[in-house]
């Protein structure tokens, strides 16, 4: 009886110890804590977002150390899916890593997320692209003592800004301006420029090609098995080249086929928007991509105009399977691959370059 007993205390105890056990080896990443919102979403005419009520949260783990922050659904006119452009923190003993600040009108709340989860000094972050849904924290955060790494070509653009009707824009805050900067090397695409170690983690800043600007960085964890891949690639809504700041249709398909080669099969990427995916995922793009470029291109081949080519409604085929896909997501996608199939973006010295920014002889 007293080994019974024994046994039976035995039994009760491994019991009581078995839920930690489990959770710590059953433990598995990524964890959405905040699903991204799926919509449809509609909004009346006249409506601006209302940014003191988007939260910030984090909203998927992908490692102990490697969170996203995002906003909150349903209120962001310009992504309703979820508020801003996705950023990332890595942190631990050696401080705050940040992929992108999203909005400035949240940074304070970004801020707070980031205090809910560590009081880390913030030292290192870069910036995937120059939109402001991606950059408008910047000053923000480099007051709180983040130095800003980034391409020189987004450099250049946040010196250089340009309202859309080509007029000067507002002079930048210094602050928001990145300090350290890199370039692409057309013959080296994929190679990281700069590689830091930081928290338990190697984490590679690969610049990328003109694709969703010519200023765009990819980030690789390579111990989480993660690449934030910003916004070549979106799944809510139609591709988006931002020809003023150099982007690139044809540079989106050569950054998906960089990809299968940058990914193993269960590496996880994480655009700027919509949800999260494998490399796999972006073969179904890079085929819409490569069909509707061939597609405007024997139209626009035949004289037709851009009226008449939006009139012919290209994306028919990929309207019920693109989440978040309006008239104007769609319009601007056709009218960026009518631009590109026959004079844009501009070459210079043989390189395809920023429109604003010629590349310089040498
Ligand atoms: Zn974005």
Not at 126 to 154: M, W
């Amino acid at each position: 009886m007293k080994k019974r007993g024994l046994l039976i205390l035995g039994t009760a105890m491994l019991m009581a110890a078995l839920p930690a056990i489990v959770g710590a080896q059953a433990q598995t990443y990524p964890v959405i804590v905040i699903p991204t919102g799926k919509g449809p979403y509609t909004f009346p005419e006249g409506y601006t977002t209302p940014f003191d009520k988007v939260e910030m949260r984090v909203t998927e783990k992908m490692s102990p150390n490697l969170f996203v922050i995002h906003g909150s659904s349903g209120l962001d006119l310009s992504h309703p899916d979820a508020s801003g452009g996705r950023m990332m923190i890595l942190f631990g003993p050696d401080g705050v890593l940040m992929v992108d600040t999203n909005n400035r009108q949240t940074q304070e709340k970004t801020l707070a997320a980031i205090r809910s989860v560590t009081d880390g000094p913030l030292k290192v972050l870069v910036n995937t692209h120059i939109h402001s849904d991606h950059t408008g924290g910047n000053a923000f955060f480099a007051r709180q003592g983040a130095v800003i790494f980034a391409q020189e070509n987004l450099r250049l653009d946040m010196l250089n800004p340009l309202r859309s009707d080509g007029t000067a824009g507002p002079a930048p805050d210094p602050a928001a301006i990145p300090v350290v900067t890199y370039r692409y090397n057309p013959a080296m695409p994929g190679e990281p420029a700069v590689t830091l170690h930081m928290n338990g983690e190697t984490v590679d800043f690969i610049p990328m090609m003109p694709s969703h600007t010519a200023g765009d960085t990819v980030v690789r964890f390579h111990k989480a098995n993660v690449i934030y891949i910003e916004d070549f690639y979106r799944n809510f809504g139609y591709p988006y080249a931002a020809q003023t700041s150099g982007g690139s249709i044809k540079g989106m398909i050569e950054a998906v086929d960089l990809f299968q080669k940058l990914a193993g099969p269960d590496t996880w990427l994480i655009p700027g928007h919509g949800t999260l995916i494998h490399k796999q995922d972006l073969l179904p793009y890079r085929a819409m991509l490569v069909d509707i470029l061939a597609r405007v291109k024997a139209l626009r081949d035949q004289g037709k105009s851009l009226k008449e080519v939006l009139a012919a409604h290209l994306t028919a085929p990929y309207d019920k399977s693109t989440q978040g896909d309006t008239q104007e997501s769609t319009d601007r996608f056709i009218t960026e691959v009518y631009d590109e199939v026959k004079d844009f973006p501009p070459v210079v010295n043989g390189k395809r370059a920023m429109p604003r920014h010629p590349v310089p002889e040498k």
